[in-house]
């Protein structure tokens, strides 16, 4: 569990840290410190064995209190076996009472085995209380992770968090409400709500000093302080009104979740995360509109928190990228200038105004927007050969040539740039070097398949049909549904002199891409196929000696 470190400060060494037990499925390590209780965590989903690093390390070293962690090697909920395997040595190491504390799946170890180690007191934050689909059918969050063979059996039962258990999970959460009322009523643990903090109330728990007043409360069993602190906690921590603003935002309250997000920043709140969380939150919410039909309610989210926020470039920039998304261009505009206005050194921003300006027919305003924007936010490759191809398709060769050129310089692989510095040479009539640079981008770049339908375009275009069709192959072998490429590789094949290929492939592509307007057309010019398929065979390319070998091979008769 990461916590804030103060930046002139550097945090003394830790103890280093022994293996106390490891199998195929997990480690434990113990983290010896003199202070008490002893703290035994259990990680969560994503955390990993990495040396003797365990889950809630920091937290246990600013309380100097003696810990054990137990890591998974992959998401197994920590099967039953390997901790009763490790439970003798984690009991010989406990100093004073122990707490077992866990997050989400680490929560459902910290209750399901806190007995077992020696706990009297538990700790499980947003816990399962299983993920066996047989008992939980209405959670399918984790149902791909059950092994009945290491987990035959995941229910808590009485007893098992030890002699006193709490867990903070939301009660406006579904699935984790749900858990915790099973929890609560089946096996006794005490559910301290964290309302609108969906599936991550251990970021109350960040500051160890916090943490320590919980830890005392555990250990005392004192259920009212404990709910005290919990409901103080809302008005102390940024986290809480962080997730209360983005819970908000989900259900349309867009002032409010704005309110509450401002107040997280005023209780310290990194600027960073409150910027994703805008974000994310805008994304959501209009993602959901729309797939509701509310095209309209969409919309209105977007130029809503533009307006709400006009001041913080993140919401104007993500107002103007969504509504730019939904093709609303005239909206788009305002939101992208403003966001300009606050930052001039953004290259996405002017990338989004210039396809604004350029749909409306303002091709000038977009070139010297653009042209502003790579003096501005110098260096931004995908702004310099956005710029580059609005520049190509304005005729402007030479000073697109010259953007493509700065990007590769910087970084002479980057497929975007050579394909368009290829795209430029075509243009200028300079084929030769056209081709040559597609090949690099091939040759450079990940599997692109618009990049191998360009150098076979090429080919075909300069009279190499021969060469165009392999390349026409692969790239429809990185994408079948790319019409264009079956277009190519059906006129190479035609031009190669194979026409019933040809047809056969223009008849595949026809069958595969009923609405492709163009693929219908070939079809209809090159007709039908005449022969069957096993005689078309016998006239495809002959097969490379390997393929032979491998056929003849997997071919051959058993003795």
């Known amino acids: 569990m990461a916590e804030t470190q103060p930046a002139a400060t550097t945090p003394p060494a830790a103890p280093a840290g022994t293996i106390l037990y490891e199998d195929e499925h997990l480690v434990v390590v113990h983290r010896p410190a003199a202070g008490e209780p002893t703290l035994i965590t259990f990680a969560d989903l994503t955390f990993r064995p990495k040396g003797d690093s365990i889950w809630g390390q920091e937290v246990a070293r600013k309380l100097k209190v003696n810990a054990i962690g137990f890591v998974a090697k992959r998401e197994n909920w920590f099967p039953a076996a390997s901790v009763a395997a490790a439970a003798a040595a984690v009991r010989g190491a406990l100093r004073g009472p122990a707490v077992t504390y866990g997050y989400s799946m680490g929560g459902y170890a910290a209750l399901k085995y806190a007995r077992l180690l020696g706990a009297a007191h538990a700790f499980g934050v947003c816990p399962q209380g299983s993920i066996d689909p047989r008992q939980v059918p209405w959670d399918k969050r984790f149902h791909q992770h059950h092994d009945a063979a290491l987990l035959p059996d995941m229910a808590v039962r009485p007893g098992e968090p030890g002699r006193f258990a709490v867990l903070l999970a939301d009660p406006y959460m579904p699935e984790d409400a749900r858990h915790a009322a099973a929890l609560a009523k089946g096996a006794g643990v005490h559910w301290l709500r964290t309302p609108f903090m969906d599936h991550a109330p251990v970021w109350l728990l960040v500051e160890s000093a916090f943490l ?185 060769l030479d000073e697109a040539e010259a953007q493509f050129r700065i990007v590769l310089r910087q970084n002479p692989s980057h497929a975007k740039a050579l394909l368009g510095l290829s795209h430029t040479l075509a243009a200028r009539g300079d084929r030769a070097e056209a081709i040559a640079v597609a090949r690099q981008q091939v040759q450079d770049a990940d599997k692109d398949p618009q990049a191998y339908l360009w150098l076979g375009q090429l080919l075909l275009f300069v009279g190499e049909p021969g060469e165009a069709e392999p390349v026409f192959r692969e790239a429809l072998l990185l994408a079948p549904e790319l019409g264009a490429a079956h277009i190519g590789l059906a006129r190479a094949l035609e031009r190669t002199g194979r026409l019933e290929l040809a047809r056969r492939t223009a008849a595949e592509a026809a069958r595969r891409l009923p609405e492709d307007e163009k693929v219908q057309a070939l079809y209809s010019r090159l007709g039908p196929p005449d022969l069957t398929e096993a005689e078309a065979a016998e006239l495809a390319p002959p097969a490379s000696p390997l393929r032979r070998f491998l056929r003849a091979f997997f071919s051959r008769d058993e003795d």
Request: proline share 3%.
């Open 212 to 396: 320590r007043q919980m830890l005392d409360g555990i250990l005392a069993e004192d259920l009212p302080r404990l709910t005290a602190l919990m409901r103080a906690r809302r008005h102390q921590s940024p986290h809480w009104f962080r997730h209360a603003g983005n819970a908000a935002f989900r259900r349309g309250h867009l002032e409010m979740a704005n309110r509450l997000w401002k107040r997280a920043l005023e209780l310290g709140l990194s600027p960073g995360i409150a910027e994703q969380d805008i974000m994310r939150a805008m994304r959501l919410r209009m993602r959901a509109l729309r797939d509701a039909g509310d095209r309209d309610g969409a919309t209105a989210v977007a130029l809503r928190q533009a307006a709400l926020r006009p001041e913080d470039f993140h919401s104007q920039a993500r107002a103007g990228h969504a509504l730019l998304g939904m093709g609303e261009f005239n909206a788009a505009e305002a939101p992208f200038r403003a966001a300009l206005a606050l930052r001039k050194n953004v290259g996405h921003v002017y990338q989004g105004l210039s396809l604004v300006l350029g749909s409306q027919k303002r091709m000038t305003e977009a070139l010297e927007l653009c042209k502003r924007g790579v003096r501005d936010a110098p260096g931004d490759g995908k702004l310099h050969v956005h710029y580059g191809h609005l520049l190509l398709n304005n005729g402007k």
